[in-house]
């Protein structure tokens, strides 16, 4: 073998260990960027549990206050008129909405799970929406606000194929 077959093999065998190296390089920086988004995913399912845990105390004041959200009517008739700010129902009603918005936010921005939010509290979400929602207009039109509450609904959106029908067509007949 002359001079340069020999550095031709070497040069060929040099670039086969450099394409196996920057092979097995991508092959860890996948591997780490599967587990950060693990990591990630974990992270956002803790905040959603400490969230809801947190809020616990408070969010059964509220709902010692109110009807069940599964119950439409007597929702609906528990219910003051939009602009009536002054009512303390008006203010629990608001506190218990918010609740459910803040939520939807969360998940919207990646701060939340919405596959734990759905497992907590995904049929009162949607239950709360139905029967909230005459009064969630009424405040969108006083307001002259469309966006009240919209993270809200679009989270209830969401959740609502894998709830029955039953609360979608007590909704339809409004």
């Not at 093999?9 to 920057?22: C, D, E, Q």
């Not at 549990?49 to 969010?59: I, K, Y």
């Not at 008006?90 to 998940?107: D, K």
């Not at 609904?153 to 609502?160: D, N, V």
């Amino acid at each position: 073998m002359n001079r340069n077959d020999v550095e031709l093999v070497l040069s060929i065998g040099t670039f086969v260990v450099t394409v196996v190296g920057l092979g097995g390089l991508y092959a860890q920086i996948r591997s780490a960027a599967r587990s950060q988004a693990r990591d990630h995913d974990r992270q956002r399912k803790q905040a959603t549990l400490d969230t809801f845990v947190g809020s616990s105390a408070e969010r059964h004041a509220i709902l010692q206050q109110l009807p069940n959200d599964r119950d439409v009517e007597a929702v609906r008739a528990f219910c003051p008129a939009p602009d009536a700010v002054d009512d303390p129902r008006f203010q629990v009603i608001v506190a218990h909405l918010n609740y459910f918005e803040n939520l939807a936010v969360g998940a919207e921005h990646d701060i939340y799970c919405p596959k734990v939010i759905d497992s907590l509290v995904g049929g009162r979400l949607v239950a709360a929406w139905v029967a909230y929602e005459p009064f969630i207009q009424g405040r969108r039109k006083l307001l002259g606000a469309s966006s009240v509450w919209t993270g809200f609904e679009t989270l209830a959106g969401q959740l609502m194929p894998a709830r029955s029908g039953e609360l979608w067509s007590q909704r339809s007949q409004d």
